[in-house]
Nanobody, 127 residues
Framework: QVQLVESGGGLVQAGDSLRLSCAAS????????MGWFRQAPGKERELAAA????????NYADSVKGRFTISRDNAKSTVDLQMNSLKPEDTAVYYC????????????????????WGQGTQVTVSS
């Protein structure tokens, strides 16, 4: 089992940047594909970005492509989400999630494919 703790959320203005970090503890970080999901009030949880176990493969929601970058450091058991050019519509609770996998390049796209979740961190972007 792995425990996930997010940090780095906050209140920023449109156009600003934030970097979210997720620290994993418990068992080895290897063997987990990772994802950053977000959920805005009244909306369903959606995948913002995902990264494979190896870190080589990534995927982004169309709404964040070109602005967000997901990365991981398996030695440090962390996965980060660099968010640039933030917009008010990026306002949401952001969750880090881990999917158990034996495929080093596989990416997972839906919430039900993930086995472990962090508690979430609030990101608020004012206009």
């Amino acid at each position: 089992q792995v425990q996930l703790v997010e940090s780095g959320g906050g209140l920023v203005q449109a156009g600003d940047s934030l970097r979210l970090s997720c620290a994993a503890s418990g068992r080895t970080f290897s063997g987990y594909a990772m994802g950053w999901f977000r959920q805005a009030p009244g909306k369903e949880r959606e995948l913002a970005a995902a990264i494979s176990w190896s870190g080589i493969s990534t995927n982004y929601a169309d709404s964040v492509k070109g602005r967000f970058t997901i990365s991981r450091d398996n030695a440090k058991s962390t996965v980060d989400l660099q968010m640039n050019s933030l917009k008010p519509e990026d306002t949401a609770v952001y969750y880090c999630a881990a999917a158990v996998t034996h495929a080093s390049e596989r990416i997972y796209y839906t919430a039900d494919q993930y086995h472990y979740w962090g508690q979430g961190t609030q990101v608020t972007v004012s206009s």
